[in-house]
């Protein structure tokens, strides 16, 4: 079974701090993605990477960044948390374009 | 551009009823399309899938889906809902042609199985 863990289920920090998110998988998918998840509004992609090193900006990459220097591991990087970043951040990963993406657990972060 | 409209945000059925999850999708040239549940406070499951073929789907936990080319549409059923049913689902598609490697999701239905 993929296994997909995300650093923290819940998260709570204040405005304009720095936010690390980290995402690992064991299953050796090439594809990874970062969403979030707001009532009402479902899943929104905010970054995505193929590989090591690449990446690519999703519908709502605004105020955030993402590194990816192993293929298992896809970290979220919130450069100045604010209060509209409050959300459900899920992680998940893919393997080739015909396949269901398998999603970690999710981590609930609260911006005060 | 691709999207993904689920138009009730809450069914609600009876245990031991036939249950229906809309979901219409625009897309330019053929679809992938997926069917996702999550339960409360977890991560989204996998449920089933359309990539060719058969225009029915089966997924897990007596799931099925239908594709509907001329109605861009991609229902999921189930002809006897249980208690545990009860969860968040969502649709997601990604189109063959667009070059976009991301699924898009639609903004999800809550589904209530009363017992």
């Known amino acids: 079974d993929v296994k997909v863990t995300q650093s923290s289920r819940y998260l709570v920090k204040r405005t304009g701090e720095k936010v690390f998110l980290e995402c690992v998988q064991d299953?050796?998918?090439?594809?990874m993605f970062w969403y979030r998840q707001d009532p009402g509004l479902g899943l929104r992609l905010i970054y995505f990477?193929?590989?090591?090193?690449?990446?690519e900006k999703g519908d709502i990459p605004e105020g955030y960044s993402v590194s990816r220097e192993k293929k298992e591991r896809f970290s979220l990087i919130l450069e100045s948390a604010s209060t509209n970043q409050t959300s459900m951040y899920l992680c998940?990963?893919?393997?080739?374009?015909?396949?269901?993406?398998?999603f970690g657990p999710g981590t609930r972060l609260t911006v005060l | 551009a691709q999207s993904v409209a689920q138009p009730e945000d809450q069914v609600n059925v009876a245990e031991g009823n036939p249950l229906t999850v809309k979901c219409t999708y625009s897309v330019s040239g053929n679809p992938y399309l997926f069917w996702y549940v999550q339960y409360p406070n977890r991560g989204l499951q996998f449920l089933l899938k359309y990539i060719t073929g058969d225009n029915l789907v089966k997924g897990s936990y007596g799931f099925e889906a239908e594709f509907n080319k001329s109605q861009t549409s991609f229902h999921l059923k189930k002809p006897s809902a249980l208690v545990s049913d009860s969860a968040l689902y969502f649709c997601?598609?990604?189109?063959?042609?667009?070059?976009?490697?991301?699924?898009?999701f639609g903004s999800g239905t809550r589904l209530q199985v009363q017992p």
């Open positions: 997601a598609v990604r189109g063959l042609d667009t070059g976009r490697r991301a699924l898009t």
């Open positions: 998940a990963t893919q393997t080739g374009e015909r396949n269901e993406q398998f």
């Open positions: 299953m050796d998918h090439e594809n």
């Open positions: 990477s193929y590989d090591v090193k690449m990446k």
